[in-house]
């Protein structure tokens, strides 16, 4: 098994603890919940609409606007693999 070891800054480590403790926030509620009560809370949390957003940036406001192919072969995780191994030097 590879693994990867990151210095991380003060307020990243701040971030990556914020997030770990929501994560398990969600899944100790979760694991209360029956099947049917999971299922349901998925779908009321789903967002239904296309993923795109506006930002303003030094007075331009850019639209960001995602498309998914259906003919592509690259998973998730490996569009994400991917990206991430552009950007961390190791």
């Known amino acids: 098994m590879n693994s ?3 210095e991380l ?4 480590k ?3 603890d914020e997030a770990a403790a929501k ?3 969600e899944m100790a509620c979760l694991s209360a919940l029956s099947r049917e009560q999971r299922l349901a809370r998925f779908r009321e949390r789903q967002y239904p609409h296309p993923i795109s957003f506006e930002r303003e940036i030094g007075g ?3 639209t ?3 498309h998914f192919s ?3 072969t690259e998973t998730t995780e490996g569009k994400v693999k991917h990206i ?6 190791l």
Do not use: F, P
């Open 4 to 6: 990867v070891v990151m």
């Open 9 to 12: 800054t003060g307020r990243e």
């Open 14 to 16: 701040e971030i990556l």
């Open 23 to 25: 994560v398990e926030e």
């Open 60 to 62: 331009t406001v850019y």
């Open 64 to 66: 960001v606007n995602a």
């Open 70 to 72: 259906d003919q592509a």
């Open 84 to 89: 991430l191994s552009k950007n961390i030097t």
